[in-house]
């Protein structure tokens, strides 16, 4: 069946398979061994889930229990799909096809559409905006121009989720959706589109999965063949998966417990419900798949441990079913800055300091606690936003990019680069290289001809933009023949030029130097030195737009998104009026409460609250909060511990207990007296699982008080010296007591 597979057999390296191993850690480690039956992967931020599956895909190969040809990996984004092509070739595992739902599906599409429907494959609809507008000049519906581009969003939404044209009124209204417009009228729209399509024998990226999902339960044939053509599966961003998409999976596995399917995905990372897409299939995986191997990857490489925290605080205010599944992350870097909040009057100001304070990262340089402009990113909620900090970059003559601009490979300077090179590469004896004393003074050689020089152009502008593509070239060259030396290996421009072609096969290209804008949304899957996340006020972030608690709850895993990029440098800011002199009416973001200096808030469960102190207009303060420890192992067997309330009392929860009974009552008492007192629920003060782990290492210092998970620096200063005198079995200073008729009602009849 090569004519849709086009993979080339691979016999393995069973010798050598040991070798894709080294390095990995031992939860890693399990997933790469993990090679037969359902296998899912609950990984979070920054644990090196990538890394994890190729290298489970590399052993599978090597060791001869994979043939490559066998092996389809699925993922969201050409991008994505690109470096995993990258990472496996590199781990030798050339043959496995990495693409993603609809690159995947559109080639089975095309090899099986002949003989199961007959004919040529209809016409691809690369954009389907001109149709539905002409759809809805049929319907006689006048639409605006921006609204096309909502109204092309419900019909995708529509389709993802199997809902045809007559049942979109009232599936809208069950799922709490808010229509662009009368949901009768779209679906008079909905119609008229798919109608239009059908007379011109033309087919939208939807209806590619549609119908190859369709072909493979209407051919059990077809069905089996694809089946026996791939026989191990990985997917890539299990939380994002539409039931469109899970359709089709469950055609191409068979969906039985021997389907050799692996998921990795982290259900706290669900931010694009909005499509159609659903973590259900993640959390959802192990009762579908009761003999499944789960593996949780916690430890996190990518961020400081004052990051960490920070992201850890901030899922641990989350509701829902998501929530109840969220990974508590273990930094495995040294410590770092804390993160920075920072207050302004109005919007420009904002963005003007912050393109300053972008500067200083810069003119401090990366061996000085600075960053390369590559390594740092401005985020924010709405592409609109962008526009004031494009600006204020620019003002300074600071380099930048907007995310979702030309594939670095199709750039004209690029490909130019591309073809001198090459023809340098071929020449026996070049003149421009011939005295070049290394590959990267070879690569400057040739693109010097093309304008290339050792310093950066002034402004930012095309030429700007050109320099800095060849100058990412420059820098490849560099960190290539860096890494062929490393490992005791030759290299030439011939060489360089073969890894160019790869990646630009991959389409994995080398960062530019310039900073990221983006929009939340774009930076997933991305990571930088340094992260700005800006214009986080309410109204924008959560969106206004977002009124149910799951829409309110996307917005929490959307920022949550934002804050796992950083690797080292974090600021959140926000402005309190959009124009200069305007009202201040603006609020900070309802979820920085109780993690931002001088707020308080419910729900900051694990150490979240943060430091004492508050935010002036214009002025910065550290988070303050301490810490988190590397990885918790059980006291009583030793294992690592990865659920949140396991971590908390150090042991695993069907391993024995040595909590102080006694104390534990006691503590639950006084909390109750402090949550009447205040007049909230108990668990603001300490939650159970804290009084527990205090119960159970009873402290006798505040230093070791500070160890218990859920003791931050604002609780520490408001209970600890109570909570000591219970712990010495002594009754703490009392205020004076708040009688209960003084009380709200919900705080009166709390049970805690």
């Known amino acids: 069946m090569g004519g849709f597979d086009g993979a080339a057999g691979y016999g393995g390296r069973p010798g050598d398979a040991d070798a894709v191993l080294a390095g990995l850690d031992p939860e890693q480690r399990a997933v790469a061994t993990a090679l037969h039956g359902p296998v899912c992967v609950l990984a979070g931020a920054g644990t090196g889930k990538t890394r994890?599956?190729?290298h489970r895909i590399a052993y599978g190969v090597r060791s001869g229990v994979f043939q490559p040809q066998q092996v389809l990996a699925v993922t969201f984004t050409a991008r994505a799909a690109g470096e995993m092509r990258g990472r496996l070739r590199q781990l030798g595992a050339e043959g496995v096809q990495a693409r993603t739902f609809h690159s995947a599906a559109l080639r089975q599409l095309q090899y099986f559409w002949p003989r199961a429907v007959g004919g040529e494959v209809p016409r691809l609809l690369e954009r389907k905006v001109q149709l539905v507008a002409e759809a809805a000049g049929r319907t006689g519906l006048r639409v605006q121009r921006t609204e096309l581009r909502d109204l092309t969003s419900e019909i995708e939404w529509a389709k993802v989720t199997q809902i045809v044209p007559d049942d979109y009124p009232v599936a809208v209204l069950k799922a709490g959706r808010d229509a662009p417009r009368d949901p009768a009228e779209i679906a008079r729209v909905y119609a008229t589109y798919e109608q239009t399509k059908r007379?011109?024998?033309?087919?939208?990226?939807?209806?590619?999965?549609?119908?190859?999902?369709?072909?493979?339960?209407?051919?059990?044939?077809i069905a089996e063949r694809v089946r026996g053509q791939y026989r191990h599966f990985t997917v890539d961003e299990?939380?994002?998966?539409?039931?469109?998409?899970?359709?089709?999976?469950?055609?191409?596995?068979?969906?039985?417990?021997?389907?050799?399917?692996?998921?990795?995905?982290?259900?706290?990372?669900?931010?694009?419900?909005?499509?159609?897409?659903?973590?259900?299939?993640?959390?959802?995986?192990?009762t579908k798949h009761p003999g499944a191997t789960v593996v949780k990857l916690v430890r996190d490489y990518r961020s400081t441990p004052q990051v960490v925290h920070l992201a850890n605080g901030l899922l641990g205010q989350a509701r829902g079913e998501a929530a109840r599944h969220r990974l508590e992350l273990v930094s495995q870097r040294e410590a770092g800055p804390e993160p920075l909040y920072a207050e302004y009057p109005d919007e420009p100001t904002e963005a003007e300091t912050t393109a300053h304070r972008i500067k200083e990262l810069l003119d401090r340089g990366p061996g000085n606690g600075g960053c390369r402009a590559s390594e740092i990113a401005v985020l924010f909620r709405t592409n609109g936003q962008s526009e004031v900090y494009e600006q204020a970059l620019a003002d300074l003559g600071i380099s930048y990019q907007l995310k979702g601009a030309e594939r670095f490979f199709e750039r004209p300077e690029v490909r130019e680069a591309g073809l001198l090179l090459r023809g340098a590469a071929r020449a026996a004896s070049d003149p421009l290289t011939a005295d070049a004393p290394d590959l990267a003074s070879q690569v400057r050689a040739v693109l010097a001809t093309r304008g290339f020089t050792p310093t950066a152009p002034a402004g930012s502008g095309a030429v700007r933009e050109r320099w800095e593509s060849l100058a990412a070239l420059v820098r490849l060259a560099e960190e290539f023949e860096a890494g062929r030396r490393a490992a005791g290996e030759e290299t030439d421009l011939a060489a360089y030029v073969a890894e160019l072609d790869g990646r630009a096969a991959a389409q994995h290209a080398p960062a530019v130097e310039g900073v990221t804008l983006a929009s939340l949304h774009a930076a997933k899957g991305l990571e930088w030195d340094a992260v700005f996340l800006v214009g986080l006020s309410e109204g924008t972030l959560p969106i206004i737009y977002a009124?149910?608690?799951?829409?309110?709850?996307?917005?929490?895993?959307?920022?949550?998104?934002?804050?796992?990029?950083?690797?080292?440098?974090?600021?959140?800011?926000?402005?309190?009026?959009?124009?200069?002199?305007?009202?201040?009416?603006?609020?900070?973001s309802r979820f920085l409460d109780g993690l931002r200096p001088g707020s308080s808030g419910s729900g900051s469960r694990g150490g979240a609250g943060g430091g004492r102190g508050g935010v002036e207009g214009g002025g910065e303060r550290s988070a303050g909060r301490r810490a988190p420890r590397g990885p918790v192992k059980c006291r009583v067997c030793d294992r690592t511990l990865t659920e949140a309330v396991e971590r908390k009392l150090r042991r695993c929860e069907g391993c024995p207990s040595s909590m102080d009974e006694g104390l534990y009552e006691r503590l639950r008492e006084w909390r109750a007296r402090q949550a009447k007192k205040q007049g909230a629920p108990a668990y603001v003060v300490f939650t159970d699982a804290t009084l527990m782990a205090i119960a159970e290492d009873v402290p006798a210092s505040t230093g070791e008080l500070s160890l218990i998970s859920g003791v931050g620096a604002m609780k520490l200063d408001k209970y600890g010296a109570a909570v000591l005198s219970l712990c010495a079995g002594e009754e703490p200073e009392e205020d004076q007591a708040v009688e209960a008729d003084d009380l709200p009602a919900e705080a009166a009849d709390d049970p805690a």
């Open 52 to 54: 994890a599956i190729t």
């Open 199 to 221: 007379d011109r024998n033309v087919i939208d990226f939807e209806d590619v999965l549609l119908l190859t999902a369709a072909i493979l339960e209407d051919r059990p044939e």
């Open 238 to 286: 299990y939380q994002d998966v539409s039931p469109l998409q899970q359709r089709l999976l469950d055609q191409w596995t068979g969906g039985g417990e021997d389907a050799g399917l692996c998921v990795v995905g982290d259900a706290s990372q669900t931010i694009y419900s909005f499509t159609g897409a659903t973590p259900d299939y993640l959390l959802n995986f192990r």
């Open 547 to 588: 009124k149910t608690d799951e829409q309110l709850e996307e917005e929490r895993r959307l920022l949550y998104v934002g804050v796992t990029r950083a690797r080292v440098h974090l600021s959140l800011s926000w402005a309190l009026s959009r124009s200069p002199g305007g009202r201040a009416s603006r609020k900070p």
